[in-house]
């Protein structure tokens, strides 16, 4: 089984970075597809950033260019480094792991591809 912790979120000020980090806690012997998401008040859930298994990478391009997804170990934990933040970051940001087969990376970009979710971090971004 899949458990998912993610952890880093903060109140930071407009141009500040900040990185959160997303732990399996459960266990697993195998290396999952690991997307970010996040939800902003009164919004949907929306693509931030995912990396495939074989380690390729696609950004929402609301985000490109400031943040990144990187592997961290070898437990499939992944981190999203935010720089240049915006008021319009702010959100609840999701981890979420994809146990399936191969995939293409717009398919990546899918909420329903994910089989696995954590339970959120607050991002607090001030004008």
């Known amino acids: 089984q899949v458990h998912l912790v993610e952890s880093g979120g903060a109140l930071v000020q407009t141009g500040g970075s900040l990185r959160l980090s997303c732990v399996d806690s459960?266990?697993?012997?195998?290396?999952?597809?690991m997307g970010w998401f996040r939800r902003a008040p009164g919004n949907e859930r929306e693509f931030v950033a995912a990396i495939s298994r074989s380690g390729r990478i696609v950004f929402a391009d609301s985000v490109k260019g400031r943040f990144t997804i990187s592997r961290d170990g070898t437990k499939n934990a992944v981190s999203l480094q935010m720089n240049s933040l915006k008021p319009e970051d702010t959100a609840v940001y999701y981890c979420a792991a994809d146990t399936g087969p191969v995939r293409d990376l717009e398919t990546l970009t899918q909420t329903s591809v994910y089989d696995y979710w954590g339970q959120g971090t607050q991002v607090t971004v001030s004008s």
């Open positions: 459960g266990r697993t012997s195998s290396m999952h597809h």
